[in-house]
């Protein structure tokens, strides 16, 4: 194996890594929208339906973070002969019919849609993880080779 090859790797698991990192924002942001909905349909208010929201923009700020980051990821694993398959997206219309329907069914919705999405983002991120473990062992397989 060349240096060329082990080169790409690290390239690669570096890029994933930044994916990782964006998820694991998203992830968080989703939690703690999450945590504002439960009180917002609860009869939180205005504030709490904004500081959800607000939450909301800062996952959809790390989800576009985490897809610029996954284009990435992908032109390193086509120079290792990997392939990527994710989709990252978040709904804005939930976001209007929030505010304007403002009540229970609306906030369940939102909430359904939010554990929803935390979900998605859960299952990327274990996919993440897998494709950065097989891109670790081919390196230390290369690693061992040359030694």
Do not use: P
């Not at 939010?114 to 670790?136: F, G, H, K, P």
Request: hydrophobic share 40%; with cysteine; proline share 0%.
């Amino acid at each position: 194996m060349s240096y060329s090859e082990e080169r790409e790797l690290r390239e690669a698991i570096q890029a994933g890594r930044e994916v990782r990192y964006h998820l694991d924002g998203v992830s968080k942001a989703l939690n703690s929208a999450s945590n504002w909905g439960l009180w917002d349909m609860f009869g939180g208010g205005l504030f709490v339906t904004w500081a959800k929201h607000s939450r909301l923009n800062d996952a959809k700020q790390q989800i576009r973070k985490a897809q610029d980051a996954c284009r990435t990821f992908a032109r390193e694993l086509r120079d290792v002969q990997m392939h990527l398959d994710i989709n990252l997206e978040m709904d804005g219309f939930l976001k209007f019919a929030d505010y304007f329907f403002d009540g229970f069914l609306a906030d369940i919705m939102v909430q359904s849609r939010i554990n929803s999405m935390r979900d998605d983002v859960n299952r990327q991120r274990a996919y993440i993880e897998s494709t950065l473990w097989r891109l670790e062992d081919r390196l230390r397989q290369i690693r061992n080779n040359t030694q």
